[in-house]
């Protein structure tokens, strides 16, 4: 049973525009969500997080949005670059020292000049 | 820093053969992770160490093994191969403190037939 769903694989958008990128889980013990982008060929990179005490976090052209009544959260970039075009992964752990995160299974995203 | 490092980058076992997955890093990381990413699918954690001499089971360690005999590496060890463990093999390291926030390898792509 997927306890982090992404249920977009893939998401095409016009470069300067809003690329939103969405994830629910079902697990309430998770506690701190974070977003890795991953080019082909490469390992995932960390790009932002989330902890359960916050609805919000930004950082430069990246904010993520969290909604723990709704066990959802969001990727919002804006504005849109091509080089941004890579698969977007979602993860959660349940906080704390217990850094064993599970993975969604990822959106691919497509940023056209 | 290299950061993480892994080897080989590729690799084509037959069934029934074993082989050790090499990760090194250098940043002085307590914590380390193996993952393994089928296609389509998000990472899903196999083992994970938080310091030398220390292993414990992720989500998927049937048919693998690990040690770590110091801070820096953390071998995955595959005794028979299966086709099943066709996948890409993704190493992992943190700081004890940030967790969450993880350092990947390029990762290993091995394919069983």
């Known amino acids: 049973d997927q306890q982090v769903k992404q249920n977009s694989p893939s998401l095409s958008v016009q470069e300067g525009r809003i690329s939103i990128l969405n994830c629910d889980y079902t697990n309430s013990m998770f506690d701190y969500f974070l977003w890795y982008k991953k080019y082909p060929a490469e390992g995932p990179t960390f790009l932002i997080s989330i902890s359960s005490i916050k609805d919000k976090n930004e950082d430069g052209r990246f904010t993520v949005f969290l909604n723990k009544s709704a066990k959802h959260l969001s990727l919002h970039i804006v504005p849109s670059q091509p080089g941004d075009s890579a698969v977007y992964f979602c993860?959660?752990?349940?906080?704390?020292?217990?850094?064993?995160?599970?993975f969604g299974k990822g959106t691919l995203l497509t940023v056209n000049p | 820093n290299a950061g993480v490092t892994q080897t080989p980058k590729f690799r084509i076992l037959k069934i029934g053969q074993s082989m050790t997955l090499q990760c090194t890093q250098d940043?002085?990381?307590?914590?380390m992770y193996w993952y393994r990413q089928d296609p389509g699918m998000g990472l899903k954690l196999i083992y994970y160490?938080?310091?030398?001499?220390?292993?414990d089971k992720g989500e998927v360690p049937n048919g693998y093994n690990v040690s770590r005999s110091t801070t820096e590496d953390f071998p995955l060890r595959l005794e028979l191969a299966a086709p099943s463990q066709t996948s890409v093999y993704f190493c992992?390291?943190?700081?004890?403190?940030?967790?969450?926030?993880?350092?990947f390898g390029p990762g290993t792509r091995l394919t069983v037939t």
């Open positions: 940043m002085n990381h307590n914590y």
């Open positions: 992992a390291s943190s700081y004890q403190n940030t967790g969450n926030e993880q350092y």
């Open positions: 993860a959660a752990s349940p906080g704390g020292s217990n850094y064993k995160l599970t």
């Open positions: 160490s938080v310091g030398a001499g220390i292993t």
